[in-house]
């Protein structure tokens, strides 16, 4: 079992138990609601360990919270993952082509445009 794997594996008991122990069930696009909603949050987290407030004082930025909600988020990416059916592999493959295309986009080298420092 690979990293992600073992992170796909781990997620799906930790989904089952919650589940199982607050006897909750969803159809499909309610949970994909209900995960979304939940990613906006802890994003909402992450940001206001930054200093976006211009009203306050600044505060030193703590690393170790920001990497727990980046972590937080990632919970619930997987989480959607696993209700969509998007397998670890899947998830690897897609990533690799996103990021393909996201550099020829960079290097202005798909029909996609606005993304390119050259037009």
């Not at 209900?34 to 930025?61: D, G, M, R």
């Amino acid at each position: 079992m690979d990293k992600l794997e073992k992170i796909f594996y781990l997620q799906k008991k930790l989904d089952d138990k919650i589940i199982q122990q607050r006897n909750v069930e969803f159809d499909l696009e309610i949970w994909i609601e209900k995960e979304v909603l939940a990613i906006i949050s802890e994003l909402a987290e992450l940001l206001n360990e930054t200093n976006f407030k211009w009203w306050k004082n600044p505060k030193k930025i703590d690393n170790s919270a920001i990497k727990g909600e980046i972590i937080d988020v990632f919970h619930f990416v997987i989480s959607i993952c696993l209700k969509v059916g998007i397998t670890p592999q899947e998830l690897y493959d897609a990533y690799l082509d996103k990021n393909k295309e996201n550099i020829l986009r960079q290097e202005g080298l798909t029909e996609k445009k606005g993304y390119s420092l050259n037009e």
